[in-house]
């Protein structure tokens, strides 16, 4: 599973990555499916805590925009990921 999560931290690593940019979503996403194909049991809620606890001892976002964009984005991981699965991707 860890290296699954790994998969997100080239996104993670992107100084925008939290903006919604159309070029940071993409790269979330083709994240979201590298970290998929990696693990298909990766659970949103365990994603959600990789993002705060590694944007927080790798930035200094402000607590609460971290946790509301860390559980965005987990949203968003589960949404694609029930999406493959479904469709056997």
Known sequence: ???ALKK???WLNRS???TGHPIDEEVFYKCAYAA???Y???DAGRLRDY???Y???NSTLDEDFLQNKAEDYAMKF???SEFLSANKL
Do not use: D, P
């Open 8 to 10: 997100f931290n080239v």
């Open 1 to 3: 599973m860890n290296e």
């Open 40 to 42: 298909k049991h990766l």
């Open 36 to 38: 998929h194909k990696e």
């Open 51 to 53: 993002i705060e606890e």
């Open 78 to 80: 589960e949404t694609v």
């Open 16 to 18: 925008t990555w939290y």
């Open 55 to 57: 944007v927080s001892n």
